[in-house]
């Protein structure tokens, strides 16, 4: 029970740091800011990595699953990242 | 060694930190977008550090592929077309939560002596019911913003299937946080309930709310994340998820307020053209008949000649009609001459939340010269032209005046309180609302029929005759 206390302390402060910061971003940059998200909520592959690296529990099932979820989760990370450069580097030029 | 990859973890979220803090403006976003980058590099060479990953091969094809397209999209897809991105790209990851989850029951269940806690088994089935429903409702709403998926007219059915779901699913929850050993088949079937629930959810939403229902949906592609990072006590994941998932939910407000809302009415109201607008064409042809002032683009550009500040005011339509380049053009021209030039972006302009920005950007509009709404609408009264482009419900003072309206308490662009009014409009069909626009009849209002691009290249030209 102490690790889902930890875990549920580090999420509300988490969703407190997150409002404040998300609240000063300024509207002009509000559509970099969803696809800047989409990347980094492409961390899930850190838990698709695990599955499909085949530990010791894994099946033949949990493997594929694995698979796919990197490749989902690697579309996020590779598009959200160069797609919000594309955009904000508009914003740069004057 | 798993201390140094927890480690590794508190260091990529703290860089992800950092990375949405530059995002607080247009100056530092372009670093902040690299940290975040940098966070995830992170992130990946730890996890590829576990001891449960035995093979690499698998997780390299898996990047490979995956990043190879990610990479080829970001640089092919056109700035008009980022509201179906940003909803495809929410889908993903809503479905990446929702295998990983799945892969980490299965291994769960080889797992001998594995003792399955309470809290663990209704995160599992948080991120199975979050990231189904955020898979299937962000690809109805990139078949809405495509034009390929049309409203769901039976508003009523729709809520009563979802309330159906939503039942069952509650029922199977409970069941299996009692029994959740071996429950492959619970599992298996919750996730297609949860499938159908995020179709059944976002079909009946009108396409004029999809920024609504776009953040909302990044929302939830966060929540299912965090929700994966309470079962496999990852803390990098609870901490990013709520952090796209406040996101989310910040953008959602933001939206339902600029359009008078609340979530609930977005949601399970039906299209707003269904809530009271929706007038027959007849009532429509009676309320613009002969009042609506037409002119040309060569009135326009007398207008525009002896002007001193002008506003545009673009909407929905400047997308469509890829007008924005067009805009950029003219206003370029116009400052040439000395008018001062600036554009009022409503927050509910465009598919999603600053998309308007996004598309003036590209065209090379400073940033400085797009303002919002509270910001300029004080000075549409020392403008001396507000140039509406595919702009409609968001200019129509009923919003203000008219109790009646279905629209009345939405916050509008004050456009008619500028000297001169030029809609640039294909017609005088309705917007989202399916109301009549009370501004068109205004005598203070010049309608110029066309596409927006074509009419600002004649009035570019009529001006350079002048």
Known sequence: ?94 | MNSFINLCYLVSAVLFILGLKGMTSPKTAVRGNKLGAIGMTVAIVAALLDHNVLSYWWILIGLVIGGGIGYVWSKRVPMTSMPEMVAALNGFGGGASLLVAVASYIESQHTPLFASTPDWSIAMIASVLVGAVTLTGSFIAVGKLMGKVSDAKNVRLYKALVKLCAIVVLAGTVYFVMHPANAYLLIGVLGLICLLLGVLLVMPIGGADMPVVISLLNSYSGIAGAATGFILHNNGLIITGSLVGASGIILTGIMCKAMNRSLTNVLFGGSLAEQGGGVSKSESDAFYDGKVKQADADDLAMILDTASSVIFVPGYGLAVAQAHHATRELATLLEKRGIKVKYAIHPVAGRMPGHMNVLLAEAEVPYEQLIEMDVINPEFQQADVAIVLGANDVTNPAASDDPASPIYGMPILEVHNAKTVAVIKRSLSPGFAGIPNKLFINDNTLMVFGDAKEVQQRVIAAMNDL
């Open chain 1, 1 to 94: 029970m102490d690790m889902l206390i930890i875990s549920l302390t580090i999420f509300v402060l988490a969703i407190f740091v997150g409002v404040e910061i998300i609240n000063k971003v300024p509207p002009t940059l509000h559509t970099p800011l969803m696809s800047g998200s989409n990347a980094i909520s492409g961390i899930v592959v850190v838990g698709a990595i695990i599955s499909a690296g085949g530990g010791e529990h894994t099946t033949a099932l949990s493997t594929i699953l694995g698979v796919l979820a990197v490749i989902l989760a690697s579309i996020n990370i590779f598009g959200g990242f160069f797609v919000t450069n594309r955009m904000l580097q508009m914003f740069k030029k004057k």
